[in-house]
């Protein structure tokens, strides 16, 4: 009986401080001293990634932005696709497009294939296995600028800009490869060169370049796979290819889902080895901008003189999303071929 | 199949390159494995009873000596061209292949004449795991199975190409105790059902005894004694094998033959006609302990543990290198646990006398 009195007697402040702390608790904001840990980080997430997305989402889908408006408050946009029309429509960004779509589909799969073969061969090599993986490693570690203006001089020495003068279609080793087994000089990336000479060099410095990464994945998860799987299928006289076909790719499955999809990914956002290639021109000299990437386009859009931030964010909308999409289509295909 | 091995010597480089130090993991190790036996490689860690068996399967090439299959030296051949099966002792399934496409994956290997249609192949795979009891199981994956599945999938893996010889490297060792008294019943059946010469390795020489038609224990790569289970205990020949077979163990004294009886400490516990006077090991199997009022053999009494049919007597002396003398007699001998000691007459067909420096057996007439 004196319980149930005191039960329902009500202290009306009392009852409001619980209620408040038991919402705070709710949203785990008495945790405040994992909070106060996680602020540094949280706090350069917030000013470095959040609100650029934030903007780039808005200038997406503001009509005719320009940040010289930003000196005066009063001017106001209107919210539109404006600026995802203009840049679907536009033939340029389309090239952009249609180069960056080529150069993935070309790379990705060549790469992993020739890393998944060199693994595979460095994992089977005992002696100096560990001075080749350390070579085999190198270009990861090399800034891609300078192994691009390496190729640059191996395929045609770039930039000089001579196409008045024969010799220099002729320059590089690679067309001294191919004039001493008796072909003629091609003019891989010198003015007057072609558009799939062009890819071609992209193609082979971008594998090159791509290899170490994928190879170190690989080999580290051919290092993680029973040996006893290979006695057995040597006792049942497995041929070398069925081995591998059969037994190593699917235990490696996992880790080849995974730098395919790391692969396109950091395909779709290819820029820096075009720019290593051919300079900031993004082309032969002649054709500037012909090799041009989405990100390129990007970079591009925001630094021009007109400072197109509405069609620069609604590209990085467009590649965002072309990147989720394939990444969403490498998941689920990944997920029935994969053996974790 | 017949499996012979001549003078079998595995000799493995040291790792330290600046001392020139070499592990003989196996010794000249010579013995014939007659058709359709069922043997197994029996010795603690490290005595190179697995190394035997991978030689034998040609993943690990000899040092020295020969080994044929029949009339056939296969010495130099490759594993794939031996015909032999093996199950590993974490059984190596292939884990992303259903247990169909694991037990079928050898066959889809055979070239030439032996090439088969798939319906054979499906045909054969049911045929195997109806065998070894899996057929139901065939359309899972490795991972949803439990040991003893596991175990059966990579026998019919290794049995569905009929090899000429089965080699079975610690079969039970990752399975459960009751699991591991099944399965090592269900070995011996298939074996019985196939007629397969089976090589299994083993530490465990419960295991050993209960399946193996003959035995060969070894101990750092030296074979000590090979043969049929039973006489294998009944009659070791030297201190290592008799302590290595039986559980409980055997029980171990310091003895002494004097003027053709045995003392341990100052009892003559037995007579041991045609033994010279010498100190010497003296082994005691558990059940060679006879209660006897006026038994020749006194120990402090510990403790009676009653196991139903048998009772394990538990109690010290003076003489025992164990820490205690076990003992099993049978439940109709009535011990008190109160008494101060227990007195015993000996069996002696389960006293063994061994050499005090080399340990070898000093046999002695049996009257």
Known sequence: MANESVATKSYPLYEARKKVGAFLR???????????????????????????IFNTVRFAFLEKYSSLADLNP???????????????????????????????????????????????????????????????????????????????????????????????????IVNNIIQFFGGTPINWINAGSGYWENIFVMVVYIVWNALPFKILILLGGLQSVNKQYYDAAKIDSTPKWRVFTNITVPLLSPMIAYVVITGFIGGFKEYSSIVGIFGDTMGPPGAKGRLNTMVGYIYDAINGSTKQYGRASAAAIILFLIIFAVTLVNLQVSKKKTHY | MKVELQNLTKIFPGRNKKVHEEVIAVNNFTFTIPDGKLVGL????????????????????????????????????????????????????????????????????????????????????????????????????????????????????????????????EPLSNLDARLRLQTREEIRRIQRETGITTVFVTHDQEEAMSISDLIVVMKLGVVQQVGKPQEVYDNPTNLFVAKFLGTPPINVFDGEVKGGKLYLGDAAVLDVPGVDDCKVYVGIRPEGFVPAENGALEASLNNVEVMGRDVSVVSTHVASLNPVVRSIVDADYKISKDDESVRFDLKPHKVFLFDKETEERIYFEVK
């Not at chain 1, 709710?26 to 650029?52: E, M, N, Q, R």
């Not at chain 1, 080749?132 to 045609?156: E, H």
């Open chain 2, 42 to 169: 029996l010795g603690p860690s490290g005595c190179g009873k697995s190394t035997t068996l991978y030689m034998i399967s040609g993943l690990q090439q000899p040092s020295g000596g020969k080994i044929f299959f029949g009339d056939e030296d296969v010495t130099d051949l490759s594993p794939e061209n031996r015909g032999i099966g093996l199950v590993f002792q974490n059984y190596a399934l292939y884990p992303h292949m259903t247990v169909k496409q694991n037990i079928m994956f050898p066959l889809q290997n055979l070239r030439g004449p032996d090439k088969m249609e798939k319906e054979a192949m499906i045909e054969r795979a049911y045929e195997v795991a109806k065998l070894v009891q899996i057929d139901e199981l065939m359309d899972r994956k490795p991972s949803e199975l439990s040991g003893g599945q596991q175990q059966r999938v990579a026998i019919a893996r290794a049995l569905v190409k009929m090899p000429r010889v089965l080699l079975l490297d």
């Open chain 1, 26 to 52: 709710k949203i785990k904001f008495d945790h405040w001293k994992g909070w106060i840990y996680l602020s540094p980080a949280i706090v350069l997430l917030l000013i470095f990634t959040a609100w650029p």
């Open chain 1, 74 to 172: 009063d001017i106001t946009f209107e919210f539109g696709l404006g600026n995802f029309q203009y840049v679907l429509e536009y033939q340029y960004f389309k090239d952009c497009l249609f180069n960056t779509i080529i150069l993935c589909v070309l790379t990705v799969p060549i790469s992993t294939f020739l890393a998944l073969l060199i693994a595979v061969c460095l994992n089977s090599i005992k002696a100096l296995s560990r001075f080749l993986q350390t070579i085999y490693f190198l270009p990861y570690v090399t800034n891609s600028i300078a192994i691009g203006m390496v190729f640059a001089a191996m395929f045609n020495i770039v930039g000089l800009n001579r196409a008045d003068i024969n010799a220099s279609t002729s320059l590089g």
